[in-house]
């Protein structure tokens, strides 16, 4: 004797098989999300080139070799300002200038 699902029955597994894929589509999206975040992990956002992390007045930013650009995690400019506050807003410039021109790369710890 054949077994014919209840209407009830297929109704249930549409919907489970729909929430299965529904779910496999949201872990897919993550996935690529972050694979797009990470491989622009230190690249400038000008150019694509590799950045490379400088030391300025005790702040850490980092330079895209390429292009020149100077690139300021939240805090960083701020805190240039802050440090150059008496120079007005042209040494501040001015300082960002320097930095560009004369970076002091991070030393290396001696083992």
């Given at each position: 004797?054949?077994?014919?699902?209840?209407?009830?029955?297929?109704?249930?597994f549409?919907?489970?098989?729909?929430?299965?894929?529904?779910?496999?589509k949201?872990?897919?999206?993550?996935?690529?999300?972050r694979?797009?975040?990470?491989?622009?992990f230190?690249?400038?956002?000008?150019?694509?080139?590799?950045?490379?992390?400088?030391?300025?007045?005790?702040?850490?930013?980092?330079?895209?070799?390429?292009?020149?650009?100077?690139?300021?995690?939240?805090?960083?400019?701020?805190r240039?300002?802050?440090?150059?506050?008496?120079?007005?807003?042209?040494?501040?410039?001015?300082?960002?200038?320097?930095?560009?021109?004369?970076?002091t790369?991070?030393?290396?710890?001696?083992?």
């Open positions: 004797m054949p077994i014919n699902p209840s209407r009830n029955e297929e109704e249930y549409v919907r489970q098989e729909a929430e299965r894929i529904k779910a496999l949201q872990e897919a999206q993550e996935a690529s999300q694979a797009e975040r990470q491989s622009h230190m690249k400038c956002p000008r150019c694509g080139g590799d950045l490379r992390v400088e030391h300025y007045q005790g702040i850490e930013v980092e330079r895209c070799p390429d292009c020149h650009g100077l690139w300021f995690d939240e805090g960083e400019a701020q240039l300002v802050e440090l150059n506050a008496s120079k007005g807003v042209g040494g501040v410039f001015r300082s960002i200038v320097e930095a560009v021109r004369h970076p790369r991070p030393k290396k710890p001696t083992a």
